[in-house]
């Protein structure tokens, strides 16, 4: 059964990623009738928020795009930061509703910060710890609880994470067409794109809880063999 349903999300976080590749490779050739790049488009967004300690720079790579609180930049992947289209747009808001997030101490983004040490530590050696507990889960199934452990945590910023993600969308379409950098021809494509990045943070947690659930799974049937 676990197979199965390791398989199904395999599938569907394939199909969600083609998803949203397609939707942006679409969007990337609509251009803003204003023609702002998204350097452009980051900058007043932040300015129209009062935010002026943060930097827009270019970051190399593909849908590399993030905010860093650590140095208060927001990092725009190069076909983001030079373009004039929809998607460059969407997604150069979206940044920076992480940063608006950021200025105005949202809870579920401190939240999402303050776990990092945690989830970096974790992410580290979950997998080994969570082999070696299965291995021994006869002998030492105190190893297996501390990976379940170390993997819930892991889990739970899967899900602190969505309401984030969802969040920055929703203050950077708000603010979209607030400011006019989008109109009728052009909202509901930058809606729809990140829509579609929406869901690839829904299938990573949702599959993230079903491998948790597995795990625990395991180490309750070793127990009742006790």
């Given at each position: 059964?676990?197979?199965?349903?390791?398989?199904?999300?395999?599938?569907?976080?394939?199909?969600?990623?083609?998803?949203?590749?397609?939707?942006?490779?679409?969007?990337?050739?609509?251009?803003?009738?204003?023609?702002?790049?998204?350097?452009?488009?980051?900058?007043?967004?932040?300015r129209?928020?009062?935010?002026?300690?943060?930097?827009?720079i270019?970051?190399?790579?593909?849908?590399?795009?993030?905010?860093?609180?650590?140095?208060?930049?927001v990092?725009?992947?190069?076909?983001?930061?030079?373009?004039?289209?929809?998607?460059?747009?969407?997604?150069?808001?979206?940044?920076?509703?992480?940063?608006?997030?950021?200025?105005?101490?949202?809870?579920?983004?401190?939240?999402?910060s303050?776990?990092?040490?945690?989830?970096?530590?974790?992410?580290?050696?979950?997998?080994?710890?969570?082999?070696?507990?299965?291995?021994?889960?006869?002998?030492?199934?105190?190893?297996?609880?501390?990976?379940?452990?170390?993997?819930?945590a892991?889990?739970?910023?899967?899900?602190?994470?969505?309401?984030?993600?969802?969040?920055?969308?929703?203050?950077?379409?708000?603010?979209?067409?607030?400011?006019?950098?989008?109109?009728?021809?052009?909202?509901?494509?930058?809606?729809?794109?990140?829509?579609?990045?929406?869901?690839?943070?829904?299938?990573?947690?949702?599959g993230?809880?079903?491998?948790?659930?597995?795990?625990?799974?395991?180490?309750?049937g070793?127990?009742?063999?006790?």
């Amino acid at each position: 059964m676990y197979w199965i349903i390791f398989i199904g999300f395999a599938l569907l976080s394939w199909l969600v990623s083609h998803r949203l590749k397609s939707k942006f490779e679409a969007y990337s050739k609509v251009a803003l009738p204003n023609g702002m790049t998204g350097k452009d488009v980051a900058e007043k967004m932040l300015r129209d928020n009062g935010i002026y300690d943060v930097k827009v720079i270019s970051t190399p790579g593909h849908l590399t795009d993030h905010y860093n609180p650590g140095n208060h930049t927001v990092n725009l992947s190069e076909n983001v930061y030079y373009s004039n289209s929809v998607a460059a747009a969407a997604v150069a808001a979206h940044e920076c509703g992480h940063a608006v997030q950021h200025a105005t101490a949202y809870a579920p983004l401190k939240m999402r910060s303050a776990l990092v040490p945690v989830v970096s530590f974790a992410s580290n050696i979950v997998q080994w710890v969570l082999l070696g507990g299965i291995i021994m889960v006869q002998s030492f199934p105190q190893l297996l609880l501390f990976g379940i452990v170390l993997f819930a945590a892991t889990t739970l910023f899967s899900f602190i994470t969505l309401p984030v993600e969802i969040n920055a969308s929703s203050r950077a379409l708000v603010w979209l067409s607030s400011a006019g950098i989008t109109n009728v021809a052009t909202h509901d494509k930058a809606e729809d794109a990140l829509r579609s990045a929406a869901y690839t943070y829904v299938v990573a947690a949702l599959g993230s809880l079903a491998t948790l659930l597995y795990y625990i799974m395991i180490f309750l049937g070793s127990r009742s063999r006790d």
